[in-house]
């Protein structure tokens, strides 16, 4: 029996259509009965409406021990993809008991009720810092606790130690660090808030860099992943590395909107994120810009995913393959 964590979010909405499709037993945990809704949208996408009605709902949350006791009997394997995720500087507190203290929590329970196998859903986020004119990024680039991270970036690589001490207490596990997920099914969530500015009118660009990956992709590794004799290891998702601008044009291109135009280099982004922290503050409202996320735009980096390509002989798909599926 498989036990899937965020059931109801993307990835592991798409993960239980492909567990499903290989004819396994799945148990899906989930907080509020309307986020399933969203889950029935994700199996008539894949055209896999017959199959959503053996999904084995369990509600509780990998904060509450006692529901997810529960939801761990008679299960051998476990796909974490439980995540709070944010960059607002605010939920500080939310992000570590999610991510920091729900994944130890998993990690427990993987333990006590015997649990054969645990992959986690991480992300790029927390992987190490590249040196001084460095811009290659591996799994084995270290994590500089001197620079600058948000608290999401924090929390990923908190809950991946908790997944490390699992290893060290016996538990088999593998670590999958996704790039930025595009997939259907999640409107104004995740990578579609990428999406929704575009389609707004985007007239800003900077010259950073980010790394995109399909949900499939994802979801595909993991599940091969987990069917393998790898233990102890972690794995950069990354389809593409691709420059800010160039993407948000192809996306400008794909929705029949002008591109950004106008280059907002550090020294305005520098201003912007200031006034966003001031208009926040004021307003009291959810901030759009924080620090990190203002540096991380102008930053330049390539996501080396030679690792999980040699250890499957995996292909990942081009961004023209998916995006016009959900655009």
């Known amino acids: 029996m498989i036990l899937v964590t965020g059931a109801t979010g993307l990835v592991g909405s798409h993960l239980l259509v492909k567990l499903l499709q290989e004819n396994e037993e799945v148990k899906a945990l989930f907080r509020s009965e309307k986020q399933i809704e969203k889950v029935k949208n994700v199996f008539a996408f894949h055209h896999q409406t017959a199959l959503f009605d053996k999904v084995n709902w369990v509600k509780g949350d990998i904060t509450d021990i006692p529901s ?12 974490h993809c439980a995540a709070l995720i944010s960059f607002n500087p605010n939920d500080e507190e ?6 920091i203290e729900g994944t130890a929590n998993v990690v427990n329970c993987c333990i006590d009720f015997g649990v054969k196998k ?18 290659i990024i591996t799994e084995e680039t270290e994590w500089n606790p001197e620079k600058l991270h948000g608290d999401y970036a924090i929390t990923k690589f908190g809950a991946e130690m908790e997944v490390w001490r699992g290893f060290q207490e016996g538990l088999e596990v593998v670590i999958v660090n996704p790039g930025v997920i595009f997939g259907y099914g999640f409107p104004k969530q995740g990578s579609d808030i990428i999406v929704q500015s575009v389609k707004k009118g985007l007239s800003f660009y ?6 995109i990956v399909a949900v499939e992709d994802v979801t ?14 972690r794995y950069i998702l990354v ?15 794909l ?5 950004p135009t106008i280059y907002a280099s550090k020294t305005m982004t520098s201003i912007a994120w200031r006034l966003d922290w001031l208009i926040a503050k004021i307003t009291n409202r959810k901030r759009k810009l924080t620090r990190a996320t203002a540096k991380a735009s102008h930053s330049v980096h390539i996501y080396d995913t030679s690792k999980i390509v040699t250890a499957l002989n995996y292909s990942f798909q081009k961004k023209e393959t998916y995006l016009t599926k959900i655009i």
């Open 239 to 253: 389809g593409e590395n691709v420059i800010l601008k160039d993407f948000i044009t192809y996306l400008a291109t």
């Open 206 to 211: 900077t010259k950073g860099s980010i790394g």
């Open 220 to 233: 595909n590794c993991m599940f091969q992943l987990m069917k393998s004799t790898i233990s102890g290891e």
């Open 94 to 99: 939310k992000l570590r008991k999610s991510n």
């Open 68 to 79: 997810l006791e529960i939801a761990f009997e008679n299960v051998t394997h476990v796909y």
């Open 255 to 259: 929705l029949n909107i002008k591109p």
């Open 118 to 135: 645990l992959c986690h859903v991480s992300s790029i986020a927390a992987l190490g810092d590249t040196k001084e004119h460095e811009i």
